[in-house]
């Protein structure tokens, strides 16, 4: 995508994410949009045709273009440049929900996997501040999706990793602990041959 195109993008991805446009809300005609924001038409419809794609607007032939509801018409490809793009309330949300779900993905892989966790309990280090341990858990959630033969973790894990990555984390010294203690539990069942589940 070329740099207008590129513009152009963030420019609805923005507008859109900040309530310019509405989910149900119409867009002028590409024609008179195109004029609108001063580039061309052909530029205009590759950029709405990628953002359809992505569950951002609604396109049919002969019809004006439709904004979606972006969280429950977007693709998680679409969630991780919103929140590389804006910094809003659903952005901070889907960044919290992210964090969340992997961690609750890495446990069920991680617990039905006593190899994994005899590596968690070689790598997991004594001592963690919250840089230390997202780049533990980063490296945790590729070894596990390396591992696992369940396709839907898989892609699940490959697409929350850079979402995850990209989230600024902010830890109590208390949840810091909590998180590091959820490892050491797991590290404890297994060495006590306990049921995981």
């Known amino acids: 995508m070329n740099k207008v195109a590129k513009q152009l993008e963030h420019h609805f991805v923005k507008s859109i994410s900040e309530g310019h446009y509405k989910p149900g809300d119409t867009l002028i005609a590409e024609s008179s949009l195109a004029l609108e924001l001063n580039v061309n038409r052909c530029s205009l419809r590759t950029v709405l045709k990628t953002l359809e794609k992505d569950g951002w607007v609604a396109i049919k032939h002969g019809q004006p273009t439709i904004v979606n509801d972006f969280i429950s018409s977007c693709t998680l490809n679409a969630a991780i440049e919103r929140v590389k793009i804006v910094n809003d309330d659903y952005c901070k949300q889907i960044k919290a929900d992210a964090c969340e779900s992997?961690?609750?993905?890495?446990?069920?892989?991680?617990?039905?996997?006593?190899?994994?966790?005899?590596v968690i309990e070689s790598q997991l280090p004594l001592s963690l501040n919250v840089d230390d341990l997202i780049a533990f858990e980063v490296w945790l959630?590729?070894?596990?999706?390396?591992?696992?033969?369940?396709?839907?973790?898989k892609l699940l894990l490959n697409k929350l990793i850079p979402l995850y990555q990209i989230s600024v984390v902010v830890l109590s010294e208390s949840e810091l602990?909590?998180?590091?203690?959820?490892?050491?539990?797991?590290?404890?069942?297994?060495?006590?041959?306990?049921?995981?589940?």
Request: glycine share 4%; proline share 0%; with cysteine.
């Open 102 to 118: 992997l961690l609750d993905i890495l446990e069920i892989l991680v617990r039905s996997d006593k190899d994994v966790v005899q």
């Open 141 to 153: 959630a590729k070894l596990v999706s390396a591992r696992t033969s369940n396709m839907v973790y």
């Open 177 to 197: 602990d909590c998180r590091i203690g959820r490892y050491k539990k797991m590290i404890s069942w297994n060495r006590n041959g306990a049921q995981m589940y």
